[in-house]
């Protein structure tokens, strides 16, 4: 008589298949909150990647004859699959336009805002601060609301927050007395003074470019311009490029000069146009390229505060 085979024991399922488990007995409402996941479905979340993108459509549509006043965002929430407008996860890049004589009132949810202005001037006006602003500043905003106006002429300008991040977090701006930045002006002729001031002089061996770092008196310790957020104006001399590199802040860059300029994104190329926004995805390979016979300017706004703070940049040449 053969013996029965022996019974092998059942295979126990994928633990990654198990969905959320909860309390089996909450005796708390605290306790009923709680929410269990383990090794293996607690880190194989697969996010939409963030695409690499130039905007073209929204400055043509803010620098037309006749805009209405208001924002024309480049909003890349629905590919990112992101809840609230993004152009990348952790920052917002709009265009504003005010008609002239009109007003654009500010008042976003985020810990500041940058601007350029792309044409046009006015007033800015926020809490005690008053702002002029021309063609070709920069200036930062807080949290706490704004009103913008133009002149006679239709004004446009570029604007980033960190509006994204805040959603994400589901945070409030810091409020009064905790703001780690207040209102901070850079008009477009000391900006040209200081680019003169680094032309003057050699970089470094290794240097990543020829750039003008943004910050402020509160922010000057860590060199951003916001904690989370660093603004710089990039330049590149005539038929040169900067080396191809790649970091793991997100860049979202205007053009601002350069002919016969492009940059090279994930083996795509960009083509540069005027007040273009172009979007460098994290740990993008990327290189950007002057072809003309004048300097190419391009603004950058990174969310390089974050990752600086977390030791995270990664910053690498690969060439």
Same mark, same amino acid.
């Given at each position: 008589? &053969?013996?029965?085979?022996?019974r092998?024991?059942?295979?126990?399922?994928?633990m990654?298949?198990?969905p959320a488990? %909860?309390a089996l007995a909450p005796?708390?409402?605290a306790?009923?909150?709680a929410?269990?996941f383990?090794?293996g479905?607690a880190?194989?979340?697969?996010l939409?990647p963030?695409?690499?993108r130039?905007f073209?459509?929204?400055?043509?549509?803010?620098l037309?004859?006749g805009?209405?006043t208001g924002?024309?965002?480049c909003?890349q /929430?629905?590919?990112m699959g992101?809840p609230?407008p993004? &152009?990348t996860?952790?920052?917002?890049a709009?265009y504003g336009?005010?008609?002239p004589? %009109?007003?654009l009132?500010?008042?976003?949810?985020a810990?500041g805002?940058i @601007?350029?202005?792309?044409?046009?001037g +006015?007033?800015?006006?926020?809490?005690a601060?008053? =702002?002029s602003?021309?063609?070709?500043?920069?200036f930062l905003?807080?949290?706490?609301?704004?009103?913008l106006t133009?002149?006679?002429?239709?004004?446009v300008l @570029?604007t980033? /927050?960190?509006e994204p !991040? =805040?959603a994400f977090?589901g945070? *409030?701006?810091?409020g009064e007395?905790r703001?780690?930045v207040?209102a901070?002006?850079?008009?477009?002729? %000391?900006?040209a003074?200081?680019?003169d001031?680094?032309?003057d002089?050699?970089?470094a %061996?290794?240097?990543s470019?020829?750039? *003008?770092?943004f910050s402020?008196d509160?922010?000057?310790a860590?060199r951003? #311009?916001?904690?989370t957020?660093?603004?710089?104006?990039n330049t590149?001399p005539?038929? /040169?490029?900067q080396?191809?590199?790649?970091h793991?802040s997100a860049a979202?860059?205007?053009?601002?000069? +350069?002919?016969n300029?492009?940059?090279m994104?994930?083996?795509?190329?960009c083509?540069w146009s005027?007040?273009?926004?172009?979007v &460098?995805?994290p740990?993008a390979?990327?290189?950007?390229h002057?072809g003309g016979?004048? $300097?190419?300017l391009?603004? #950058?706004v !990174?969310?390089g505060?974050?990752?600086?703070h977390? $030791? &995270?940049?990664g910053?690498?040449? *690969?060439?």
């Amino acid at each position: 008589m &053969t013996a029965p085979a022996p019974r092998m024991p059942a295979a126990k399922p994928d633990m990654a298949d198990l969905p959320a488990q %909860e309390a089996l007995a909450p005796a708390t409402p605290a306790e009923a909150r709680a929410r269990y996941f383990n090794s293996g479905n607690a880190f194989n979340i697969k996010l939409p990647p963030v695409p690499g993108r130039v905007f073209v459509d929204e400055p043509a549509a803010a620098l037309a004859a006749g805009a209405p006043t208001g924002f024309f965002a480049c909003d890349q /929430s629905v590919p990112m699959g992101c809840p609230f407008p993004a &152009t990348t996860p952790l920052m917002l890049a709009r265009y504003g336009v005010i008609a002239p004589g %009109e007003t654009l009132a500010v008042d976003m949810i985020a810990t500041g805002s940058i @601007w350029y202005v792309i044409s046009g001037g +006015g007033t800015a006006v926020q809490g005690a601060d008053t =702002l002029s602003f021309a063609a070709g500043d920069v200036f930062l905003l807080t949290d706490a609301p704004a009103t913008l106006t133009a002149g006679a002429a239709q004004t446009v300008l @570029w604007t980033v /927050s960190n509006e994204p !991040q =805040l959603a994400f977090d589901g945070d *409030l701006p810091p409020g009064e007395g905790r703001r780690p930045v207040e209102a901070v002006h850079y008009p477009a002729a %000391e900006i040209a003074r200081q680019i003169d001031i680094i032309y003057d002089h050699a970089p470094a %061996e290794g240097q990543s470019g020829i750039a *003008l770092i943004f910050s402020s008196d509160r922010q000057q310790a860590a060199r951003n #311009i916001l904690p989370t957020l660093t603004l710089s104006l990039n330049t590149l001399p005539p038929h /040169s490029h900067q080396k191809a590199h790649r970091h793991n802040s997100a860049a979202i860059t205007l053009v601002l000069h +350069g002919e016969n300029s492009y940059s090279m994104v994930d083996g795509v190329r960009c083509p540069w146009s005027p007040f273009a926004t172009l979007v &460098t995805p994290p740990g993008a390979p990327h290189s950007h390229h002057n072809g003309g016979d004048s $300097r190419a300017l391009f603004l #950058i706004v !990174q969310d390089g505060g974050l990752h600086y703070h977390a $030791r &995270t940049m990664g910053f690498t040449f *690969l060439e």
